[in-house]
Protein backbone atom coordinates (compact mmCIF):
# COMPACT_ATOMS: atom_id res chain seq x y z
CA UNK A 1 0.00 0.00 0.00
CA UNK A 2 2.83 2.35 0.63
CA UNK A 3 4.57 2.13 -2.85
CA UNK A 4 1.31 2.84 -4.66
CA UNK A 5 0.95 6.10 -2.70
CA UNK A 6 4.37 6.87 -3.39
CA UNK A 7 3.29 6.20 -7.09
CA UNK A 8 0.01 8.17 -7.60
CA UNK A 9 2.31 11.59 -5.44
CA UNK A 10 4.36 11.18 -8.03
CA UNK A 11 1.84 11.05 -10.98
CA UNK A 12 0.09 13.69 -9.28
CA UNK A 13 3.38 16.22 -8.83
CA UNK A 14 4.61 15.19 -12.66
CA UNK A 15 1.03 16.46 -13.87
CA UNK A 16 1.19 19.32 -11.82
CA UNK A 17 4.38 20.25 -13.63
CA UNK A 18 3.12 19.61 -16.84
CA UNK A 19 0.20 21.92 -16.22
CA UNK A 20 2.20 24.99 -14.86
CA UNK A 21 4.77 24.72 -17.78
CA UNK A 22 1.47 25.05 -20.13
CA UNK A 23 0.21 27.55 -18.58
CA UNK A 24 3.21 29.44 -18.54
CA UNK A 25 3.90 28.82 -22.16
CA UNK A 26 0.79 29.91 -23.22
CA UNK A 27 1.24 33.08 -21.13
CA UNK A 28 4.22 33.83 -23.04
CA UNK A 29 2.12 33.23 -26.76
CA UNK A 30 3.46 29.58 -26.85
CA UNK A 31 6.97 30.51 -28.82
CA UNK A 32 9.22 27.45 -30.03
CA UNK A 33 11.21 27.12 -27.34
CA UNK A 34 9.33 27.36 -24.21
CA UNK A 35 6.99 24.34 -26.45
CA UNK A 36 10.11 22.16 -26.92
CA UNK A 37 11.11 22.99 -23.09
CA UNK A 38 7.09 22.03 -22.37
CA UNK A 39 7.66 18.79 -25.09
CA UNK A 40 10.44 17.70 -23.78
CA UNK A 41 9.06 17.79 -20.12
CA UNK A 42 6.15 15.84 -20.64
CA UNK A 43 8.32 13.33 -22.64
CA UNK A 44 10.54 12.40 -19.64
CA UNK A 45 7.48 12.82 -17.53
CA UNK A 46 5.82 9.91 -18.94
CA UNK A 47 9.10 7.87 -19.76
CA UNK A 48 9.37 8.13 -15.88
CA UNK A 49 5.93 7.14 -15.50
CA UNK A 50 6.74 4.25 -17.51
CA UNK A 51 9.67 3.00 -15.39
CA UNK A 52 7.76 3.53 -12.04
CA UNK A 53 5.26 1.02 -13.49
CA UNK A 54 7.80 -1.45 -14.29
CA UNK A 55 9.52 -1.54 -11.19
CA UNK A 56 6.21 -1.48 -9.57
CA UNK A 57 5.55 -4.69 -11.91
CA UNK A 58 8.82 -5.78 -11.20
CA UNK A 59 8.89 -5.39 -7.39
CA UNK A 60 5.17 -7.61 -7.23
CA UNK A 61 7.26 -10.34 -9.17
CA UNK A 62 9.87 -10.25 -6.55
CA UNK A 63 7.45 -10.37 -3.57
CA UNK A 64 4.98 -13.23 -5.00
CA UNK A 65 8.70 -15.19 -5.78
CA UNK A 66 9.67 -14.86 -1.90
CA UNK A 67 6.42 -16.13 -1.22
CA UNK A 68 6.34 -18.99 -3.28
CA UNK A 69 10.01 -19.37 -1.56
CA UNK A 70 8.53 -19.45 2.11
CA UNK A 71 6.20 -21.71 1.39
CA UNK A 72 7.98 -24.30 -0.27
CA UNK A 73 8.63 -27.60 1.69
CA UNK A 74 11.64 -28.63 4.08
CA UNK A 75 12.65 -30.93 1.53
CA UNK A 76 12.92 -28.49 -0.99
CA UNK A 77 15.17 -26.06 1.08
CA UNK A 78 18.73 -25.68 -0.13
CA UNK A 79 21.07 -28.15 2.01
CA UNK A 80 22.74 -25.80 3.94
CA UNK A 81 19.49 -25.03 5.38
CA UNK A 82 19.28 -28.47 6.39
CA UNK A 83 22.58 -28.31 8.26
CA UNK A 84 21.22 -25.81 9.90
CA UNK A 85 18.04 -27.63 11.55
CA UNK A 86 20.22 -30.71 11.66
CA UNK A 87 22.32 -28.63 14.11
CA UNK A 88 19.78 -26.90 15.83
CA UNK A 89 18.25 -30.62 16.78
CA UNK A 90 21.08 -31.80 18.21
CA UNK A 91 21.93 -28.73 20.37
CA UNK A 92 19.22 -29.53 22.02
CA UNK A 93 19.68 -33.36 22.22
CA UNK A 94 23.12 -32.58 23.96
CA UNK A 95 21.01 -29.83 26.64
CA UNK A 96 18.60 -32.15 27.45
CA UNK A 97 20.72 -35.24 27.90
CA UNK A 98 23.28 -32.70 30.23
CA UNK A 99 19.74 -32.10 31.93
CA UNK A 100 19.13 -35.66 32.53
CA UNK A 101 22.89 -36.09 33.73
CA UNK A 102 22.27 -33.67 36.46
CA UNK A 103 19.62 -34.61 37.45
CA UNK A 104 20.78 -38.36 38.04
CA UNK A 105 23.64 -36.83 39.82
CA UNK A 106 21.56 -34.86 42.30
CA UNK A 107 18.82 -38.22 42.78
CA UNK A 108 22.53 -39.91 44.14
CA UNK A 109 23.58 -37.47 45.88
CA UNK A 110 20.17 -37.13 47.64
CA UNK A 111 18.79 -40.80 46.92
CA UNK A 112 15.40 -39.07 46.47
CA UNK A 113 14.35 -35.52 46.29
CA UNK A 114 14.74 -34.18 49.18
CA UNK A 115 16.29 -37.08 51.10
CA UNK A 116 19.85 -35.87 52.10
CA UNK A 117 22.57 -38.64 52.29
CA UNK A 118 23.21 -39.69 55.74
CA UNK A 119 26.08 -41.81 56.79
CA UNK A 120 25.44 -43.68 59.90
CA UNK A 121 27.73 -46.25 61.32
CA UNK A 122 26.81 -49.40 63.10
CA UNK A 123 27.92 -49.60 67.15
CA UNK A 124 27.78 -52.88 68.06
CA UNK A 125 25.88 -53.62 71.53
CA UNK A 126 28.23 -53.53 74.81
CA UNK A 127 28.44 -52.48 79.10
CA UNK A 128 30.55 -49.60 79.84
CA UNK A 129 30.97 -47.79 82.81
CA UNK A 130 29.94 -44.27 83.29
CA UNK A 131 29.79 -40.78 85.59
CA UNK A 132 33.51 -40.23 86.69
CA UNK A 133 36.15 -37.95 85.75
CA UNK A 134 38.37 -36.33 88.48
CA UNK A 135 38.06 -33.06 87.16
CA UNK A 136 33.55 -33.58 86.58
CA UNK A 137 31.28 -32.12 88.53
CA UNK A 138 31.04 -33.83 92.14
CA UNK A 139 27.69 -34.66 91.42
CA UNK A 140 28.36 -37.02 88.47
CA UNK A 141 31.15 -38.99 90.71
CA UNK A 142 28.16 -41.54 90.86
CA UNK A 143 30.03 -44.43 88.69
CA UNK A 144 27.63 -47.32 87.39
CA UNK A 145 27.21 -49.83 84.74
CA UNK A 146 25.64 -49.70 81.81
CA UNK A 147 24.80 -51.66 78.65
CA UNK A 148 23.13 -50.61 75.65
CA UNK A 149 21.84 -52.63 72.80
CA UNK A 150 23.11 -52.19 69.18
CA UNK A 151 22.07 -49.62 67.09
CA UNK A 152 23.32 -46.85 64.28
CA UNK A 153 24.27 -43.63 64.97
CA UNK A 154 25.47 -40.62 62.44
CA UNK A 155 29.02 -40.51 61.41
CA UNK A 156 28.89 -36.75 60.79
CA UNK A 157 26.80 -33.78 62.93
CA UNK A 158 23.66 -33.23 61.26
CA UNK A 159 24.65 -30.56 58.32
CA UNK A 160 23.39 -27.34 57.70
CA UNK A 161 22.70 -28.65 53.91
CA UNK A 162 20.73 -31.62 54.92
CA UNK A 163 18.62 -29.29 56.89
CA UNK A 164 17.90 -26.83 54.22
CA UNK A 165 17.16 -29.76 52.13
CA UNK A 166 14.50 -30.78 54.46
CA UNK A 167 13.33 -27.90 56.45
CA UNK A 168 13.52 -25.52 53.33
CA UNK A 169 15.23 -23.01 56.03
CA UNK A 170 18.48 -22.12 57.61
CA UNK A 171 18.08 -21.50 61.31
CA UNK A 172 21.58 -21.52 62.18
CA UNK A 173 23.56 -18.31 63.41
CA UNK A 174 26.22 -18.97 61.56
CA UNK A 175 24.19 -19.87 58.15
CA UNK A 176 27.48 -21.09 55.79
CA UNK A 177 25.25 -23.89 54.50
CA UNK A 178 26.92 -26.49 52.80
CA UNK A 179 28.74 -29.41 55.24
CA UNK A 180 28.62 -27.10 58.31
CA UNK A 181 26.96 -28.78 60.86
CA UNK A 182 23.40 -26.96 61.66
CA UNK A 183 23.55 -24.97 64.89
CA UNK A 184 21.25 -22.68 67.41
CA UNK A 185 18.55 -25.47 66.97
CA UNK A 186 16.06 -25.86 69.93
CA UNK A 187 15.51 -29.70 71.38
CA UNK A 188 12.20 -29.16 69.80
CA UNK A 189 12.87 -28.16 66.16
CA UNK A 190 14.82 -31.59 65.77
CA UNK A 191 11.99 -33.32 66.34
CA UNK A 192 10.35 -31.24 63.71
CA UNK A 193 13.23 -32.67 61.37
CA UNK A 194 13.30 -35.43 62.41
CA UNK A 195 9.25 -36.51 61.83
CA UNK A 196 9.65 -34.78 58.18
CA UNK A 197 12.69 -36.79 57.77
CA UNK A 198 10.78 -40.10 58.32
CA UNK A 199 7.52 -39.15 56.20
CA UNK A 200 10.10 -38.91 53.71
CA UNK A 201 12.49 -41.88 54.20
CA UNK A 202 10.16 -44.47 55.87
CA UNK A 203 12.76 -44.80 58.90
CA UNK A 204 12.62 -44.07 62.15
CA UNK A 205 15.39 -41.54 62.85
CA UNK A 206 15.06 -39.92 66.34
CA UNK A 207 17.95 -38.42 68.71
CA UNK A 208 20.44 -41.20 70.67
CA UNK A 209 20.13 -41.83 74.11
CA UNK A 210 22.69 -40.39 76.49
CA UNK A 211 24.07 -44.00 77.24
CA UNK A 212 23.90 -44.48 73.20
CA UNK A 213 25.86 -40.84 72.85
CA UNK A 214 28.12 -42.09 75.70
CA UNK A 215 28.97 -45.58 74.22
CA UNK A 216 29.86 -44.26 70.88
CA UNK A 217 31.39 -40.82 71.98
CA UNK A 218 33.98 -43.23 73.68
CA UNK A 219 34.48 -45.74 70.70
CA UNK A 220 32.23 -48.71 71.81
CA UNK A 221 33.51 -51.82 72.17
CA UNK A 222 36.66 -50.46 70.50
CA UNK A 223 37.29 -47.78 72.80
CA UNK A 224 40.81 -46.98 74.20
CA UNK A 225 39.12 -44.96 76.82
CA UNK A 226 40.50 -41.53 75.74
CA UNK A 227 40.06 -38.44 77.71
CA UNK A 228 37.82 -36.73 73.94
CA UNK A 229 36.40 -38.73 71.26
CA UNK A 230 39.14 -40.40 70.00
CA UNK A 231 42.33 -38.99 71.47
CA UNK A 232 43.76 -37.77 74.69
CA UNK A 233 45.49 -34.82 72.29
CA UNK A 234 42.21 -32.19 72.23
CA UNK A 235 43.59 -30.71 69.02
CA UNK A 236 43.53 -33.94 67.08
CA UNK A 237 39.81 -34.42 67.72
CA UNK A 238 38.17 -31.53 68.56
CA UNK A 239 37.16 -27.60 67.46
CA UNK A 240 37.50 -25.49 70.88
CA UNK A 241 37.86 -22.29 72.13
CA UNK A 242 41.92 -22.54 71.70
CA UNK A 243 41.95 -23.54 67.80
CA UNK A 244 38.53 -22.42 66.34
CA UNK A 245 37.15 -18.89 66.74
CA UNK A 246 34.39 -20.42 64.71
CA UNK A 247 31.99 -22.73 63.57
CA UNK A 248 33.53 -25.44 61.08
CA UNK A 249 33.00 -28.14 58.81
CA UNK A 250 32.05 -31.53 59.55
CA UNK A 251 34.87 -34.11 60.03
CA UNK A 252 37.64 -31.63 59.63
CA UNK A 253 39.27 -33.69 63.24
CA UNK A 254 40.63 -37.22 63.13
CA UNK A 255 37.18 -39.66 63.88
CA UNK A 256 37.29 -41.45 66.77
CA UNK A 257 37.59 -45.57 67.05
CA UNK A 258 34.58 -46.31 65.35
CA UNK A 259 34.94 -43.96 62.60
CA UNK A 260 32.52 -41.39 63.93
CA UNK A 261 33.79 -37.15 63.85
CA UNK A 262 33.21 -34.42 65.97
CA UNK A 263 32.04 -36.09 69.08
CA UNK A 264 34.16 -33.83 71.26
CA UNK A 265 33.68 -30.47 70.25
CA UNK A 266 32.54 -28.00 67.37
CA UNK A 267 28.89 -27.75 68.48
CA UNK A 268 26.94 -29.62 71.38
CA UNK A 269 24.46 -31.91 70.60
CA UNK A 270 21.42 -32.57 71.42
CA UNK A 271 20.43 -36.04 73.23
CA UNK A 272 16.78 -37.59 73.70
CA UNK A 273 16.87 -37.69 77.63
CA UNK A 274 15.72 -35.52 80.06
CA UNK A 275 18.83 -34.16 82.44
CA UNK A 276 18.90 -35.16 85.74
CA UNK A 277 21.95 -36.06 87.89
CA UNK A 278 23.35 -39.07 88.05
CA UNK A 279 23.29 -39.34 91.97
CA UNK A 280 19.64 -38.80 91.54
CA UNK A 281 18.63 -41.19 89.17
CA UNK A 282 21.32 -43.96 88.22
CA UNK A 283 21.06 -47.32 89.32
CA UNK A 284 24.40 -49.80 89.93
CA UNK A 285 23.23 -51.82 86.62
CA UNK A 286 21.14 -50.31 84.37
CA UNK A 287 20.46 -51.25 80.33
CA UNK A 288 19.34 -49.45 77.57
CA UNK A 289 18.23 -46.39 79.83
CA UNK A 290 16.42 -43.27 78.67
CA UNK A 291 16.29 -40.91 81.60
CA UNK A 292 13.41 -39.45 83.30
CA UNK A 293 9.56 -39.29 82.05
CA UNK A 294 9.76 -35.66 82.50
CA UNK A 295 11.80 -32.51 82.90
CA UNK A 296 12.97 -29.32 82.56
CA UNK A 297 16.04 -29.28 80.81
CA UNK A 298 17.48 -31.82 78.12
CA UNK A 299 20.65 -33.23 78.07
CA UNK A 300 23.47 -31.87 75.70
CA UNK A 301 26.81 -33.32 75.69
CA UNK A 302 30.62 -32.97 73.42
CA UNK A 303 31.11 -29.00 73.85
CA UNK A 304 31.29 -26.67 71.38
CA UNK A 305 34.32 -24.33 69.39
CA UNK A 306 33.58 -21.47 71.77
CA UNK A 307 33.45 -23.77 75.01
CA UNK A 308 37.09 -24.54 76.86
CA UNK A 309 38.14 -27.71 76.64
CA UNK A 310 37.29 -29.21 79.74
CA UNK A 311 33.59 -29.20 78.19
CA UNK A 312 34.75 -31.44 75.24
CA UNK A 313 35.52 -34.50 77.50
CA UNK A 314 33.76 -37.44 76.57
CA UNK A 315 32.38 -37.77 80.10
CA UNK A 316 31.35 -34.18 80.71
CA UNK A 317 27.54 -33.51 81.21
CA UNK A 318 25.58 -30.19 80.36
CA UNK A 319 21.91 -29.56 79.65
CA UNK A 320 19.36 -27.09 78.05
CA UNK A 321 15.85 -25.80 77.61
CA UNK A 322 14.25 -27.71 74.99
CA UNK A 323 12.64 -24.46 73.82
CA UNK A 324 15.34 -21.81 73.72
CA UNK A 325 17.71 -21.06 70.92
CA UNK A 326 21.25 -20.58 71.47
CA UNK A 327 24.52 -20.74 69.69
CA UNK A 328 26.15 -24.21 69.15
CA UNK A 329 23.54 -26.14 69.85
CA UNK A 330 23.51 -29.41 66.95
CA UNK A 331 22.83 -32.94 66.69
CA UNK A 332 23.29 -35.81 65.22
CA UNK A 333 20.95 -38.55 64.31
CA UNK A 334 20.48 -42.68 65.68
CA UNK A 335 18.15 -45.41 64.98
CA UNK A 336 17.80 -49.06 66.13
CA UNK A 337 19.48 -51.51 64.35
CA UNK A 338 15.76 -53.08 63.45
CA UNK A 339 15.59 -50.42 61.00
CA UNK A 340 18.35 -51.18 58.92
Known amino acids: MTKKYHILASVTLIVIVIVCLRMCNK ?4 NEFGSAIV ?15 MQCIE ?39 ERIDTKEEHDEECNETNIPNIEMVYVEGGAFKRGYHPADNV ?15 GKYLVTQSQWISIMGNNPSNFAHGGSYPVEGIRWIETQDFIKKLNDVTGKNYRLPTEAEWDFA ?9 Y ?3 GSNNIDDVAWYRLNSATLQPVGGKAPNELGIYDMSGNVWEWCNDWFITY ?32 YCRVTTRYFDSPDLRRNGRGFRLAHSLEEE
Open 139 to 153: TEHFKHQVTVSSFYI
Open 279 to 310: NRFAKPTMHNPTGPTTGTDKVIRGGAWNFPEE
Open 217 to 225: SIGGNKSHG
Open 39 to 53: EQLESDCLARLKGQD
Open 59 to 97: RGAEQKQNESFFVTSVEEQPAHDSNIIAAVEQKQQIEEQ
Open 227 to 229: TYS
Open 27 to 30: QNNK
